[in-house]
């Protein structure tokens, strides 16, 4: 799991502001995922991608939006739409489907000013 | 979809006892089942997983148990350590395109010394 970074470690957004959370991996991995981390929620999906240039919304995935344009990149966009973004941001990748195994970054807490 | 519960929600136990960890899962497709460790403010980490055709697995202390008719699966540390004491998440998958891991909300265990 070491080659999956995120950047930055925190964040922090104004109102109104939209933000974006980097995840890069150097894993060879086709799958990418983003999760948020609520305390007591476990982790839920936002959205993920299986392959360049194509992506599916998790079960969270309003006041979000992203892109996969390289294999080995993932940014997550935090929209201003999104009424409540203050949580921890894991970014996951692995081989192929959700069957194979999913190692994570090291996240990004996002707080709001 | 599918639903993944986790209890109890903390659990404590003295150190150098064994823990047991359930989780319960609703959809009967699914057939991967993931544990990960988390410390505080770290990404989780797998620790073990089991496939549907396996009932059992195990890794030095750690084991985990899968029971397809009852649709639940179980996290098992022997001679528990401080160092155990994490938050611990269970996850589900089925498989197709689109399946993706569903995880529970996770459950603190603390290893008194």
């Known amino acids: 799991d070491g080659g999956i970074t995120q950047s930055p470690k925190y964040l922090f957004r104004k109102e109104g502001q939209n933000v974006t959370l980097s995840c890069e991996q150097n894993?060879?991995?086709?799958?990418m995922y983003w999760y948020r981390q609520d305390p007591g929620q476990g982790l839920r999906l936002i959205y993920y991608?299986?392959?360049?240039?194509?992506?599916q919304k998790g079960d969270i995935a309003e006041g979000y939006s992203v892109s996969r344009e390289k294999k080995e990149s993932f940014p997550l966009t935090v929209t201003s739409a999104q009424k409540n973004p203050t949580a921890f941001y894991l970014c996951?990748?692995?081989?192929?489907?959700?069957?194979?195994?999913?190692?994570f970054g090291p996240g990004t807490r996002l707080l709001v000013l | 979809g599918e639903n993944v519960e986790q209890h109890p929600s903390t659990l404590s136990v003295q150190e150098g006892d064994s823990a047991v960890i359930k989780c319960t899962y609703s959809?009967?497709?699914?057939?991967?089942f993931p544990w990960y460790k988390q410390e505080l403010g770290k990404r989780p980490q797998l620790i073990i997983d089991?496939?549907?055709?396996?009932g059992e697995k195990k890794d030095q202390r750690i084991a985990v148990t899968l029971n397809k008719t009852a649709k639940h699966f179980s996290l098992h540390i022997t001679e528990t350590q401080p160092e155990d004491s994490a938050v611990y998440f269970c996850?589900?998958?089925?498989?197709?395109?689109?399946?993706?891991?569903?995880f529970g909300k996770g459950i603190t265990l603390s290893v008194r010394p």
């Open positions: 894993l060879n991995h086709d799958a």
């Open positions: 959809d009967s497709a699914s057939n991967y």
């Open positions: 089991i496939r549907s055709n396996v």
């Open positions: 996951a990748s692995s081989m192929g489907t959700s069957v194979e195994t999913q190692y």
């Open positions: 991608s299986q392959i360049v240039n194509d992506f």
């Open positions: 996850a589900a998958s089925g498989t197709g395109a689109n399946s993706k891991l569903t």
